[in-house]
Every structure is written in structure tokens, then in C-alpha cells.
């Protein structure tokens, strides 16, 4: 339940009725949002005003939905919180309806009740992005690069301009 409304909704009845939808899901409730990250920890809040022009026709629903979760930075592998935040603006038709608008990408197709999460769930994996990181200056692979260690590797190996020479001298040796 979202502050008393039911996880089914009927976009086209919300719009027809001009409602607004706002509170919290869980992420736990989202599959497929939940699997690409650390934890299923966290919630998702939602703003949703449902629309319904008279005078075109058109129902809408915009509004914004925001979610803080953890996943793993692809750089380091080490844990980070990532902030989702999504503005949606979709036309919501019925399957047949208006046909020249399905081109604008920006459409929902309607034929039957949906669930509210597979909707946000949609959206925010819209907005996640494709390999999430921490930013580069304070991430622990930046840290680990700029060790004492690494620096004293990398003067090393610049002063042997031929990398595979030690292969060679143990090659050399074993004759």
C-alpha cells in the first residue's frame, strides 16, 4: 500500500480522476531493481500527479521519483550509495488509441491494471546508470594507484625498457 492506495492501479482511471500518488515503496519489491544491487535495503519515494486534458484528450501522468541505493562501484568493487532521481512525463493511451503519438517514446500503452512498482521500477532502471562509480577522486582504486608501492613499481618498470628481459635472462641462464 502507498498512503492508503493499492499497489494496482489503473493509470487511465488516475488520470481520468486527476490523482496524486505520493509516499514510499520499498526496493525490496522491485526484482529487477533490487538485483543489480548490494542489498534490497532502502526505500523509493514517489510524487506522481495523474492528468487529464478535455480539451485534447490526453492523459499524462509526470512527477518525480527518487531512490538512494547501494550497489557495488565497478572501478574498486568496494560498496557505494548511488542517488536515482527521475522526472517521468508519459502520455498514457490505450492499446489502439492515437497511434501517431506511440512514435514520441514517451507513451504508455494501457491495457490493464499495472502494478505501481513495475512502473517506477521502470523508470529508475531508466535513470540507473550503465557501470555505476564512485567519482574518480575518491574512489579506492584512484587511492590504491596513487600508493607509495605502485609509484615505486611503475618507476621499475620505466627504467627496463624491455619488459620480457627477465624471461630472457632466465632463458639465457638455463643454457
Known amino acids: 500500500m502507498l498512503g492508503g492506495w493499492s499497489s494496482i492501479i489503473d493509470p487511465i482511471q488516475l488520470a481520468e480522476k486527476g490523482a496524486r500518488l505520493s509516499g514510499e515503496l520499498p526496493v525490496k519489491g522491485m526484482a529487477r531493481l533490487a538485483q543489480m544491487c548490494r542489498d534490497a535495503e532502502g526505500s523509493v519515494r514517489i510524487d506522481l500527479q495523474f492528468e487529464h486534458d478535455p480539451s485534447d484528450g490526453l492523459r499524462t501522468v509526470n512527477g518525480t521519483i527518487d531512490a538512494r541505493i547501494n550497489v557495488t562501484c565497478q572501478r ?73 608501492r605502485q609509484t615505486e613499481f611503475e618507476s621499475n618498470a620505466n627504467k627496463d625498457a624491455r619488459p620480457f628481459s627477465v624471461l630472457a635472462a632466465l632463458k639465457n641462464a638455463k643454457r
Do not use: F, K, N
Open 76 to 148: 574498486c568493487m568496494q560498496p557505494m550509495s548511488l542517488s536515482l532521481s527521475t522526472r517521468p512525463h508519459l502520455l498514457l493511451l490505450r492499446t489502439g488509441e492515437r497511434d501517431e503519438l506511440m512514435e514520441s517514446g514517451s507513451a504508455l500503452t494501457v491495457e490493464r491494471p499495472i502494478t505501481l512498482g513495475s512502473l517506477v521500477e521502470d523508470e529508475l532502471l531508466l535513470s540507473m546508470p550503465m557501470v555505476p562509480m564512485h567519482p574518480v577522486e575518491s574512489c579506492h582504486a584512484h587511492a590504491a594507484r596513487e600508493s607509495p
